[in-house]
């Protein structure tokens, strides 16, 4: 079902007065560029099961990383790693806001690097991102390039310990400096963005609620717990949006 071009309007004349935009993202944002979501009833990575029948939060958990690392890798690479995606419209039009001024953060949570390669400068990034990689032992940082080497466990050329992506696993907390960033951003933000996420996962989901500013926009394929709070919903494809935009 197509957006009502009002819908299109309405944010373009959000955008025209705010200063200060937050945007708070998920996997929807990097659909477009080729890269599944996680809950999404077709392709989403929770209803692909590895063929052991393990489930996606078994397999990316801390305790099954370290207990298996053989196969943590093996799913790690086939599922979460995309380094020949390039960015979309969302991301270059979230891009072309910040180089306007008007665009004060991006808060992701995403792995996947594609804000960057748009051009955003100020990312923070909830989940880490797969380019960062560090030694388990003495901490010696590592490109992808790292990980994608081979198809064993990869190895610090330093002590010989174990190599891990910086990502936030299953029963890791966040990284408390980007929270408070992150919650900083939303704090002082005029207008927060909310696009490409069901808004189900804790705690990130819950930063939203020290928005204090004047319009909320949530853009979503989906229906939100937030949406009776929002100023605009906008059910649909945000690849879309930012294609119809006025940028």
Known sequence: MKIPQEKIDQLNEIILRSNRIVFFGGAGTSTESNIPDFRSKRNGLYNQWNEKGLSPEILLSRSFFRKKPEVFFQYYRQNLIHPDALPNETHYGLAKLEKAGKLKAIITQNIDGLHQKAGSKYVLELHGSIYRNYCTECKKEYHL???????????????????????????????????????????????????????????????????????????????????????????????????????
């Open 145 to 247: 390039e790292k990980i994608l080497e081979d198809n064993n466990v990869p190895i610090c050329n330093v002590c010989g310990k174990m190599v891990r992506p910086d990502v936030t696993l299953y029963e890791e907390p966040l990284d408390i400096k980007v929270i408070d960033k992150a919650i900083n951003a939303i704090s002082n933000a005029d207008t927060l963005i909310i696009g490409g996420t069901s808004l189900v996962v804790y705690p990130a989901a819950g930063f939203i609620e020290f928005f204090r500013g004047s319009d909320m926009v949530i853009i979503n394929k989906e229906t939100t717990l937030y949406d009776q709070k929002a100023d605009l919903v906008i059910q649909g494809s945000i690849g879309e949006v930012f294609r119809r935009m006025n940028l």
